[in-house]
């Protein structure tokens, strides 16, 4: 699905991503954890073409094409996905518009007619029964008004119903009380496919107890020293980030 070799990345001069190196195949979930600052949000903006970050060397390749080289639209019209730890509120344009023009233009890149109005709704009525918004809700301004929980169940609702191949989410599970924790894990694995794949990035082990990864990378100081199984996970909660120097040190 994604491979990501040699990623060197910089913002404003400052060099943060330092040669990541990262395979995800079809069909799997892999976290990426690390300490606060240690680039994970980075990573997921070069993946949604957010052109603060630099790239200065390496490359991403999504599908056999080269990510790097497209745009955040046409990103999303091949199946890219980004989640944000921060999602953005767009007062007057409502939730429900502005899918169906996401809709539309991968339709239209990919050639296709556009989404019937009929058919959109009843896609709408049944992805926002799974993550337990309403109908009210999605047609107010994008995020207006929304609660923090509010923001992420509506981030999984936008998920649902585009279908990524790949989807990029960071920390998508910050600060929510366990309804709303819930509801964002089985948005996930709802859209575990063989086709589909998922970048899941977390400061916490709490969400990889409802999705559970197909592998785990620590991210740290901008380079990827550990990977492992959902174990991982596991023991980074008992002993913390604090013995990742010395693993940083081995790995340099
Ligand atoms: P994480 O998500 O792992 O907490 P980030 O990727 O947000 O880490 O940040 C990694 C480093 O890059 C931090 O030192 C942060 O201050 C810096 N950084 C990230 N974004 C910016 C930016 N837009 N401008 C300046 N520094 C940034
Ligand atoms: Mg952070
Ligand atoms: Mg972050």
Redesign the pocket.
């Known amino acids: 699905m994604i491979s990501i070799k040699n990623l060197h990345a910089e ?2 001069g ?1 060099p ?1 991503l330092r040669g990541i190196d990262l395979e995800i195949p079809d069909g799997e979930v892999h976290a990426i954890m ?10 997921a ?1 070069i993946l949604a073409g957010r052109e ?2 630099e790239v200065t060397e390496g490359s991403v390749t999504y599908k056999g094409k080269e990510l790097l080289e497209l745009d955040p639209d046409e990103r999303a019209c091949e199946g890219v996905f980004l989640g944000f ?1 921060y999602p953005v509120e767009i007062p007057g344009v409502s939730n429900l518009y502005l899918l169906r023009a996401a809709v539309n233009a991968r339709r239209k890149y990919h050639g296709e007619p556009e989404v019937d109005a009929v058919e959109f709704m009843q896609m709408v009525q049944e992805k926002i029964a799974h993550v337990g918004m309403s109908m009210d809700m999605v047609k107010r301004g994008v995020n207006e008004d929304f609660s923090g929980g509010e923001k992420k169940r509506n981030e999984i609702f936008q998920m649902l119903m585009l279908e990524p191949s790949l989807s990029v989410l ?2 998508t599970d910050s600060g929510l009380d366990i309804d709303a924790l819930k509801v964002v894990a089985s948005g996930i694995n709802r859209l575990r496919s063989p086709e589909r794949s998922t970048i899941l ?1 977390t400061h916490y082990k709490r969400l990889l107890e409802h999705v559970v990864p197909d592998r785990v990378h620590v ?1 740290y100081q901008g380079r990827i020293v550990r990977s492992g199984g959902p174990e991982l996970a596991d023991t980074l909660e008992e002993e913390g980030y604090a013995n990742l120097e010395t693993d940083e040190a081995a790995a340099t």
């Open positions: 913002v404003e400052k943060i690390g300490p606060n600052g240690s680039g994970k949000s980075t990573l903006s603060e970050y730890q960071d920390e990035v991210l």
